[in-house]
């Protein structure tokens, strides 16, 4: 597995943490603990995918930075690493 499908499976694995631990907040708000481990696979997700797109590239459309190249074209697009994988 390339460093780039290594950092690709992170950003998976953190997305995931998230997107979980944000259903389990929606019925119990009050939960330290599931907000702790929300924030916190928060922020490992946002550094994950910061440091995916400043060596890669966008992850996403939206987040293609450059103002004068259109760089989200430049491939491969972050689903066809997971159809290799």
């Known amino acids: ?6 950092l690709l499976k992170k950003v998976r694995m953190y997305h995931f943490a998230v997107t979980d631990a944000a259903l389990f907040l929606d019925t119990h708000p009050d939960c330290a603990q599931a907000l702790a481990f929300y924030n916190k696979y928060k922020k490992l997700l ?6 995916y797109e400043h060596a890669y590239g966008p992850l996403q459309i939206c987040s293609s930075a450059n103002d004068s190249r259109w760089e989200w074209v430049d491939g491969p697009f972050p ?7």
């Open 46 to 51: 946002k550094e994950a995918e910061d440091a």
């Open 79 to 85: 689903w066809e690493l997971a159809a290799n994988s």
């Open 1 to 6: 597995m390339s460093d780039r499908e290594k």
